[in-house]
């Protein structure tokens, strides 16, 4: 497998992050990240989706030249990392594993801070700037406050206030809304939607299913430091099948007549049974069902989600730690 | 925003932007601004002491250098670099480099910093100058205070010299601004010394005590008369040559050799510490 081949994406897309086969052994032997082929196209919103220690931030600090990797290549906006960071990383905003400033520093003497060692930035803006971004995440009252005083909430906001100091062509997100409470992740993601809609290409890992369904466009599915599916989200959701679900008193004889229809994958949680639905018309399974006398109290098919996706592809539940 | 006329690169080769964030950086921060009171403290109360107890005993049975002190101030200057110049600067150096690169490790900063993006070695680079900056103003600040205290109880008179001849007050002057700066020589070459531990560990405390385990490895090593071979080679055995400075006339051996034997450790230590720095995994 040549690099190349494996960096290009489906069609030959421009890709805004590309790797391949990007690796990251640590002493003793283990590898965090292994053959791993990213292709995030312009304009998308992908999310980067693994349970804990599948290797998302190490996988985001090899793309920013914080690690460097064992093996492979990998690119942001077409710049070889990490030989061009001084060169592209302006163009990245970027948040790594969660937010880091001095605790004795207001939120706003944190980012003049960042802007100082960014050479390319005009320091006669600055202070708008920093203005600019602390009221874009809802930060501005809390300027003068110092970084130890912050919520949980407002340190995640004032590292993407960081990310956003710039006019920026890539956001990196490393789990941007771990740890928010509901509101705090509703606004975040409010923020990350309206990011993509101004024309940001934006790569967001998580670690929850439920986020990279409701705002990401693409989806890249790590798995013991392997992707092991990525693409659009609605073309992904495609591949795995759709779920039957019936309700009923006699769970054993439903299960029975599935099994006789053909249908897959059928299991019996308590009063529930569930069932791969295949080609199979949901129609003329209820209406066999009633036929062999079988007292059906709920019957529904439910589409494919990303976790049934990801259990088709390794044969374990999300929740693997 | 106007994105266009921020999106063209300005790259201003030569910013100054972050040294000056830097020195702000160091210079407001509390525990550095204490530890600055405690160093310009040192004289003002070597002074105090030695104005209370001298006075019962000016005479010729006092240590030659509180002898030396009746009629000069600017001995209590030199007084307060004899007393700190093997622990307190030091130290001081050494929390000033932990606080640079390991302090930024440990706070997670490091990597905000390094996206930016900011060159790994430009990034080193400032920080040694800002460490360097410090020293020179903490060496000064001490010298200030006393020559100030020292003036103020004890006059400025002549200087009695520790060759026993005496030179005037303003020769004097001459001569501690000359320890001040060799002074500042041998603490910025030993700041060195201080980055490179702060290279390899993102634990500030670490990174401190090892700097300090080294000023003390060496001190031992200059005390063993089976070792003396090595004393040439040691870095904290020229740390209190300076005194060479204030003889008549002035003995620049010592002091010559001290100044190039700090060079080869500064150019060897800072050389180990970028290549540290510039190849390590940031996984803090």
């Given at each position: 497998m040549s690099p190349h081949e494996t960096a290009r994406g489906p069609g030959h897309d421009p890709l805004a992050v590309r790797t391949a086969g990007l690796a990251k052994q640590y002493a003793g032997g283990r590898f965090a990240v292994r053959d791993l082929d990213l292709g995030v196209p312009y304009g998308a919103v992908y999310g980067f989706l693994g349970p804990n220690g599948a290797g998302k931030t190490t996988s985001i600090r090899m793309l920013l030249g914080l690690i460097e990797p064992t093996e492979g290549h990998c690119e942001l906006l077409g710049v070889e990392m990490p030989r061009g960071a001084l060169r592209v990383l302006p163009r990245v905003g970027t948040m790594v594993e969660g937010p880091a400033f001095h605790p004795h520093l207001s939120g706003r003497d944190n980012l003049r801070r960042l802007d100082c060692a960014d050479r390319t930035a005009d320091p006669r803006t600055t202070t708008r700037r920093i203005a600019d971004a602390l009221d874009r995440v809802g930060l501005g009252s809390a300027a003068r406050a110092r970084f130890g005083t912050y919520s949980l909430g407002m340190k995640q906001r004032l590292a993407i206030a960081a990310a956003l100091l710039r006019p920026r062509d890539l956001l990196i997100l490393d789990e941007p809304t771990n740890g928010l409470d509901p509101q705090g992740t509703r606004q975040v993601r409010e923020l990350i939607a309206e990011l993509a809609g101004e024309g940001m290409t934006i790569l967001l890992s998580t670690h929850l299913l439920s986020e990279v369904e409701q705002i990401c466009s693409h989806v890249g599915i790590l798995y013991r430091g392997s992707i092991v599916a990525q693409g659009k989200m609605d073309e992904l959701c495609s591949t795995a099948a759709a779920r039957l679900r019936v309700e009923t008193d006699d769970p054993s004889a439903v299960a029975a007549e599935l099994v006789r229809l053909g249908l897959g994958d059928v299991a019996v949680d308590g009063e529930t049974v569930h069932a791969d639905i295949g080609e199979s018309e949901p129609a003329k399974i209820n209406a066999s069902l009633v036929h062999q006398g079988i007292g059906v109290r709920g019957f529904g098919v439910r589409a494919p989600t990303l976790e049934d996706v990801f259990i088709s592809l390794t044969g374990e539940g999300f929740d693997v730690g | 925003m106007s994105a266009d006329t921020l999106r063209a690169p300005v790259a201003d080769r030569l910013s100054l932007r972050l040294l000056r964030g830097e020195l702000r950086f160091i210079a407001t921060r509390r525990r550095n601004q204490i530890a600055l009171a405690v160093l310009c403290g040192v004289p003002v109360v070597l002074a105090l002491v030695l104005k209370l107890s001298g006075a019962a005993e000016h005479t010729a049975s006092a240590p030659p250098m509180v002898a030396m002190m009746f009629g000069n101030g600017m001995l209590v200057v030199l007084a307060a670099f004899s007393v700190e110049s093997l622990i307190f600067l030091p130290l001081a150096v050494a929390v000033l480099s932990a606080d640079a690169v390991s302090g930024e490790a440990a706070a997670g900063t490091l990597r905000y910093l390094l996206t930016v993006p900011i060159g790994r070695t430009r990034l080193l680079c400032v920080k040694f100058a800002a460490n360097a900056i410090a020293v020179v103003a903490a060496v000064a600040a001490v010298a200030l205070c006393g020559a100030i205290a020292g003036i103020a109880a004890f006059g400025a008179g002549d200087?009695?010299?520790?060759?026993?001849?005496?030179?005037?007050?303003?020769?004097?002057?001459?001569?501690?601004?000359?320890?001040?700066?060799?002074?500042?020589?041998?603490?910025?070459?030993?700041?060195?010394?201080?980055?490179?531990?702060?290279?390899?560990?993102?634990?500030?405390?670490?990174?401190?005590?090892?700097?300090?385990?080294?000023?003390?490895?060496?001190?031992?090593?200059?005390?063993?008369?089976?070792?003396?071979?090595?004393?040439?080679?040691?870095?904290?055995?020229?740390?209190?040559?300076?005194?060479?400075?204030?003889?008549?006339?002035?003995?620049?051996?010592?002091?010559?050799?001290?100044?190039?034997?700090?060079?080869?450790?500064?150019?060897?230590?800072?050389?180990?510490?970028?290549?540290?720095?510039?190849?390590?995994?940031?996984?803090?």
């Open positions: - | 200087l009695v010299t520790l060759s026993g001849s005496t030179i005037p007050f303003g020769d004097s002057l001459g001569r501690v601004a000359l320890v001040c700066l060799y002074v500042m020589a041998m603490m910025i070459a030993f700041s060195t010394v201080t980055l490179f531990a702060a290279t390899c560990t993102d634990h500030p405390a670490t990174a401190i005590v090892g700097s300090l385990l080294y000023v003390l490895c060496d001190q031992l090593l200059v005390s063993v008369p089976e070792l003396d071979w090595l004393d040439p080679y040691l870095l904290t055995g020229y740390w209190r040559d300076w005194g060479d400075l204030v003889r008549e006339p002035v003995q620049t051996g010592n002091l010559t050799i001290g100044l190039v034997v700090a060079g080869v450790y500064a150019a060897v230590f800072a050389s180990a510490a970028w290549a540290r720095f510039t190849t390590r995994d940031i996984t803090c």
